[in-house]
């Protein structure tokens, strides 16, 4: 069973960054397409970032695009998010996602493994 674990969350100010970090385990990650999503209360979970299992290739939601740097480093099997230019509004619970399938997946329903979340609070 793939296991991921996130960590990086915290709380910082409106213009400030943060990294957040997937790590890998009971897989050969380099396998594995990878996303993060976030999710606030109330609100359906949302794809943020994607990227393919060779790291060479990546989409971005349209609210992050500028700001926010997917990327991997297949010996480590880690996935990170690289997040600048923080804003409230990007405050979430953000999940790392796994899936062995090729390509992208843009939708919760098409990642089977889920970290347990970390928490970003930006604020104001």
């Known amino acids: 069973q793939v296991q991921l674990v996130e960590s990086g969350g915290g709380l910082v100010q409106a213009g400030g960054s943060l990294r957040l970090s997937c790590a890998a385990s009971r897989v050969t990650f380099s396998s594995l397409r990878m996303g993060w999503f976030r999710q606030t209360p109330g609100k359906e979970r949302e794809y943020v970032a994607v990227i393919n299992r060779s790291g060479d290739s990546t989409y971005y939601t349209d609210s992050v695009k500028g700001r926010f740097t997917i990327s991997r480093d297949n010996p480590k099997n880690t996935v990170y998010l690289q997040m600048d230019s923080l804003k409230p509004e990007d405050t979430a619970v953000y999940y790392c996602?796994?899936?062995?399938?090729?390509?992208?997946?843009?939708?919760?329903?098409?990642?089977?493994?889920w970290g347990q979340g970390t928490q970003v609070t930006v604020s104001p």
């Open positions: 996602a796994a899936d062995r399938n090729l390509g992208y997946g843009f939708g919760i329903s098409q990642y089977d493994y």
